[in-house]
């Protein structure tokens, strides 16, 4: 692979993640005693929940248990909020662009596709979209200018534009909605039989189905002269190698266009809770002719039956140590308030 995006995945790691959960801990319980019992009371209530009981042998154990799991049971709200808060954090980059991972060669859907027949910075609603795990269900819009916006609840466009104006990534592409910028420029200049227009057709395949939005010989406004062709393949669900989407492109090396030079190129996130991936903005040379860039996601890239955390794995199994460590670390406080208080 000659050129791959931005790949800044950070991997969560365990130990800061308990060092920050346990401090938040000691500190929401003192804040919390001094708030419910004041200053003059706020031993007391830390000797209520350690109860001593002085035996031949010295402290009752089953007391010490006891005020453990009272102290821990006023912290499990925010253990839990803390544990899933931090799963989060830690895969704040989890989409990556992958240059040439098979299946990627370029369907053209030209002669059997619908054409949408898409004007001057026009967008249309292209109908419903399942989803998948990437990639947003509800209405999916297509702009002319060489994108495609993903979790809209109307078919209603009003208001719902890809400018010709392309900017950096995160932008108000789609109103900053969720989107595939495979090609963001100021395309089309009167789309017609001659200059081309933008398709779009589901096809199946054995195991999974796909949308393909093909924007084939449209003029770059600015270089009338001179066309681009590429596609974004959608799939309905993860593909055997891990692939949800991808950029193709056939026809992207006219002088006007450059390979780039006056494009946006990647994924926007909107409120997906994923990160957004630039591959390339305004840059020569970004993607050539044949180029396929695959949109996937780290740690499900591959086989499904891998043994890779999921996210919500993660939070899991973050939210149990700090469950652990915590209610040792208050046990053994609580130990030693016990002996404090005769």
Known sequence: MSRNGPTDLRKPTVQPCLSVGLRIIELSLSIQARREKGMDQFMSLRK????????????????????????????????????????????????????????????????????????????VDAGPFSGNFLLLPGRMLIGVNGGVGFGFDSPDTNGVELSGHNSSIPSNAFQGHQALLPYWDDLG??????????????????????????????????????????????????NPTGVYAQFIYADVEQPGASGGIGATIGYQDGSANFSDLQQSFDTAGAVSNGTVLSIVIEHRLGLESQAIPTVSEWGLIIMALLLLTGGTLIFCRGARRAHAFP
Request: charged residues 20%.
């Open 189 to 238: 200049d009167e789309i017609d039989d001659k200059n081309g227009d933008v398709y779009m057709a589901r096809l199946a395949e054995p195991g999974r189905t796909m949308t393909i939005v093909q924007w084939d010989n449209l003029p770059l406004r600015k270089n009338p002269e001179d066309t681009v062709t590429f596609q974004v393949k959608i799939f309905d669900n993860q």
């Open 48 to 123: 209520d929940y350690f109860v001593e009981s002085r035996t031949s042998s010295g402290i009752n154990w089953l007391h010490r248990i006891k005020g453990a799991i009272m102290m821990l049971s006023r912290c499990i709200p925010l253990v839990f909020a803390t544990g899933l808060g931090m799963a989060q954090s830690a895969y704040s980059q989890q989409v990556q662009i992958i240059e040439e991972i098979n299946p990627g060669e370029f369907v053209d859907i030209s002669q059997i596709g619908t054409p949408l027949g898409l004007g001057h910075d026009d967008v």
